[in-house]
Structure formats: C-alpha cells, structure tokens
C-alpha cells in the first residue's frame, strides 16, 4: 500500500490565483480529512467526508475554499483567489472503516503552499 | 468542544534519558487517543494508538497510557536517542464518525 498520496509537495503561487491540491486516500478507507497547519495554530481540521460524502465543512474558513470528493479514490482542495495568509502545510488523511477495529489515521506527506 | 493541550511545548534532553511527555483533553468520553511523530518539514507518522477501553499500548521504546477518568495521557520513551527528535503530537477522537482533535505537540530535542 502506497499510503495516503498528495500532491503536489510544495506550490508557490501569486496572490489572486487559483490553487488546487489532490489527495488519494489509501483503498477502503471510507474517511477522508482535510488538515491545514501553521506555527500559529497548530493543525486545524477545514473538512471531511464519509463515503465521498461532505460531512462538516464548518472548519473551511472561507467561501475562498473548496472541497469535492467524486469517487472514493480522489479529493481535491481547491483556494480560489488565493491569499498571502493562506501559506501553510495542507494535509490530507484517511480512516480505515469501522467495524475494522483500527481508527487510526494515516496522513499523506502534505503540501506546502506559500502565495506571494 | 474537545480540546487537546500538550505540556511542555518543547524539551530539550540529553541522551539516553527517559521522558514523559504529557497530553490532557477537555471531555473525557473520548473513543481513542492517538500519538503521532512529525519531522520537520515531513507529514505525520502514526506511533500509537489507544481504543478508550485500554489502558496502554507499548511499542519498542515507546509505551502510551491513558487515563480517560482524569483525561490524560502520557508518552513514555525510554533511553533517548538523537533520533527521537521531533515534534510528537496527541489527539483523540471523540466518537468513530468524528475527527481526530489534535494538541499543538512538543518539540523533544535528543542532545547527544
């Protein structure tokens, strides 16, 4: 298993521009989550679905952000216009399912996103 | 709301040393607690996990306890290494369809 799989791995982009991360969750995990970390706040939760189903998206913080996930092997967080205060790791995580009696998380290597 | 802190924010040890790190959350019914390890720059490693009805999961070095009655939970790693430097982070989960709420981590310095 080739874990939780993001790209890309560092995206540098200008003000104003959109920015679109991916995510492939590992097979069978039926959770999928979207994480953002910063110095400041640590790791803040913006999103996650239940088979491919948005869940609480509360976390998003602005309308700036979206997220969809079409089939249970791909999701996409996407900024648009994007912002200098946007600069942070997005990570991207997977549950395995329940009744499985494992509900750890496996989390991808992020990407780091600096707009300048 | 679940909250997660993580005391002290950074410890610095020499090698060879034991330590605890610490984790403390807000509502005890919680349905696992998890440590992870974070490099820099690097994503998070799972290193253990603990289901609300254990009271500790050992791994190598490393053992986790957890008392939910007094919502804590410790790290224990025995006989430091340099390597053992990174930033380990707690969270827990409050239910099985709920997000893993995370502490900020303690940054551990390994001084060989």
């Known amino acids: 298993d080739a874990g939780v799989i993001q790209s890309p791995r560092h995206e540098v982009t200008e003000m104003g521009q959109e920015v679109t991360l991916r995510c492939k969750p590992i097979?069978?995990?039926?959770?999928l989550f979207w994480y953002r970390q910063t110095m400041m706040r640590g790791l803040e939760l913006l999103i996650y679905?239940?088979?491919?189903?948005?869940?609480?998206d509360s976390g998003m913080p602005e309308d700036r952000f979206s997220a969809k996930m079409p089939n249970a092997s791909f999701s996409t967080l996407k900024i648009q216009p994007s912002e200098p205060r946007d600069s942070a790791v997005y990570f991207c995580a997977s549950s395995s399912p329940q009744g499985a009696g494992h509900y750890g998380y496996t989390f991808g290597s992020g990407t780091r996103l600096t707009v300048v | 709301k679940q909250e997660v802190t993580q005391i002290p924010a950074a410890l610095s040890v020499p090698e060879g040393e034991n330590l605890v790190l610490n984790c403390s959350f807000t509502?005890?019914?919680?349905?696992?607690l998890q440590w992870f390890r974070q490099d820099p720059g690097k994503g998070l490693t799972s290193l253990l996990l603990i289901q609300s009805s254990q009271r500790e999961q050992t791994s190598g070095r490393l053992n986790a306890s957890l008392d939910k009655s007094s919502g804590r939970s410790t790290l224990y790693i025995a006989a430091s290494q340099p390597g053992d430097s990174a930033t380990y982070l707690c969270a827990v989960r409050d239910s099985g369809n709920t997000p893993l709420v995370f502490g900020k981590g303690t940054r551990l310095s390994v001084i060989a």
């Open positions: 509502d005890s019914a919680i349905y696992n």
């Open positions: 097979s069978g995990h039926d959770y």
């Open positions: 679905f239940n088979n491919n189903v948005p869940i609480d």
